[in-house]
């Protein structure tokens, strides 16, 4: 019993080192957790979305979803990645908002405030996109329309050293991409 449970623990510790040394390695600043593959033409032409969109066109998409009311960012506790009602709202909105726009792939991105380290933010914002992607497969999203990504502390929307800049920051953002 015992060996397995050291077994075990020096496992975990092994991953954990190995991780660390990996992003601290490469020098990236965002964990990727999944990537979108881009729609076949004729899936696109099919849907009537152009092949290739600029980055303008996804940002008016993106701002389209959010004047009506989905794609809009949904905030998190201090070291939490529970969804709110608040939020639950939003992601309704965003799965309605996504039924209607087939041809629409998002990218969920999951940030965190300044406070912890660069690793523990990062794996922080990996699960409150995932919370978010996985509520909106039970809704009925397909998997394939949804990437997440972890900016961790790397994209603040305020830079201020105060609770209330920190609540800003505790979020997960919603974009559009090709």
Not at 31 to 43: C, I, M, Y
Request: aromatic share 6%; glycine share 6%; charged share 25%.
């Amino acid at each position: 019993m015992i060996k397995s449970l050291v077994k075990g623990l020096s496992i975990s510790i092994a991953l954990v080192l190995v991780l660390s040394l990996v992003g601290c390695s490469s020098g990236a600043k965002s964990l990727k957790t999944e990537n979108v593959p881009s729609p076949s033409s004729e899936a696109v032409e099919e849907q009537g979305m152009p092949q290739t969109l600029t980055e303008t066109e996804l940002e008016a998409l993106t701002h389209q979803g959010q004047m009506e009311g989905a794609l809009n960012p949904i905030y998190f506790g201090f070291n939490d990645y529970t969804l709110k009602p608040t939020d639950v709202t939003i992601l309704d909105k965003t799965a309605a908002w996504l039924s209607k726009n087939p041809a629409v792939k998002i990218r969920i991105e999951g940030n965190c405030d300044e406070r912890g380290t660069n690793e523990y933010n990062l794996a922080l914002g990996e699960r409150r996109a995932n919370a978010a992607k996985e509520y909106l497969i039970i809704l009925g999203v397909k998997d394939d329309r949804l990437a997440t990504i972890s900016w961790g502390k790397e994209k603040p929307l305020d830079p201020n050293h105060n609770e209330a800049a920190w609540a800003k920051n505790r979020r997960d953002d919603f974009t559009v991409v090709k």
